[in-house]
Nanobody
């Protein structure tokens, strides 16, 4: 049984940094994995996605240049390094595994295209 678990969420000041981690047990990271986020009252949106070994990575425009996604295949762990955080980055962040769509940009950041999900980790950025 595949279990996906996120960690690393916290409350930080604007301009600060955080690193989120996601471990996937019972699952080999030989497929795309991604980070999504959902703010209260908003749709879940794709933040960043990467292929095995991070040979290809995609980012939402809102985080490009500030966030970095990486994957440690030996540890079955996905990371999201978040820098220059803004209040609008406040959300529950979710890790998703096993892309069931194509590897086109739009599908890798589409919440309906992933099979396994974690429970989320909260990131709060105050101004």
């Amino acid at each position: 049984q595949v279990q996906v678990m996120e960690s690393g969420g916290d409350s930080v000041q604007a301009g600060g940094s955080l690193r989120l981690s996601c471990t996937a047990s019972g699952y080999r990271t030989n497929n795309w994995m991604a980070w999504f986020r959902q703010a209260p009252g908003k749709e879940r949106e794709g933040v960043a996605a990467c292929s095995t070994g991070r040979s290809t990575a995609y980012y939402a425009d809102s985080v490009k240049g500030r966030f970095n996604i990486s994957q440690d295949v030996t540890k079955n762990t996905l990371y999201l390094e978040m820098n220059s955080l803004k209040p609008e980055d406040t959300a529950m962040y979710y890790c998703a595994a096993q892309l069931i769509g194509s590897t086109l940009f739009d599908e890798t950041l589409d919440k309906s295209k992933y099979r396994y999900w974690g429970q989320g980790t909260q990131v709060t950025v105050s101004s």
